[in-house]
């Protein structure tokens, strides 16, 4: 554990995201890793909801569409402090500036289906997100948008991967800081 405040200069981000998939454990991930190592957390779709930066509603998915400008505009000024988890499930539209890692969170499918039924995923939603994450959509989508070496897969299927996954990321940190302080 980090004493004090732990200055990433000048980002993380922590692409927990299976590739995109929604209930691969993203959330629980961020927020326990941003405790343990003295950063700070943001969910992208907490901050769309609480300022509203959405651009229209999507009628077929039954969600808010994001306005990916608005959200770069909210989350500059943070970023450009550095020490920053960053937690959604997409990544084309931030700026590859932003971040030194890309850690994407992988679930077996059954072990997803059951996450998101649980959740109310229903039809094409639950299928959608299921074969996002069976073709590797999004993880692709990473490695496209950011350097090759700085995207990671983790598995996320069992509380045992969650202790290793925040294991291996802290010590990341911990050598980060070594080189880069």
């Known amino acids: 554990m ?15 995201w299976s590739p995109g998939t929604p209930g691969v454990g993203k959330t629980t991930l961020g927020k326990e890793l941003a405790s343990r ?25 039954d969600c808010p569409i994001l306005d990916e400008d608005r959200v770069i505009d909210e989350l500059e000024d943070r970023m450009s402090e550095g ?8 990544c ?18 059954s072990c997803l289906y ?8 229903t039809g094409k939603k639950l299928q959608d ?7 590797q959509t999004l993880y692709e989508e990473a490695v496209l948008s950011y350097k090759k ?19 291996q990321i ?4 911990e050598q980060w800081m070594k080189d880069n302080n």
């Not at 700070?40 to 651009?55: H, M």
């Not at 997100?129 to 073709?135: A, H, M, T």
């Open 92 to 109: 084309d539209f931030f700026p590859e500036r932003w971040f030194h890692i890309v850690f994407v969170l992988r679930t077996e499918n």
């Open 83 to 90: 020490g920053v988890i960053v937690d959604y499930h997409g």
């Open 114 to 121: 059951d996450r998101l039924e649980s959740r109310g995923y």
């Open 170 to 173: 802290m010590q990341w940190i």
């Open 149 to 167: 070496e700085i995207v990671h897969q983790l598995p996320s299927n069992t509380p045992e991967d969650l202790e290793r996954n925040l294991d």
């Open 2 to 16: 980090f004493e004090g405040t732990c200055k990433l200069s000048p980002y993380l981000l922590l692409w927990v």
């Open 37 to 61: 190592a003295g950063l700070s957390y943001v969910n992208v779709g907490d901050l769309a909801k609480e300022g509203e930066l959405y651009e229209g509603f999507d009628e077929e998915y």
């Open 129 to 135: 997100n299921i074969q996002c994450e069976i073709f």
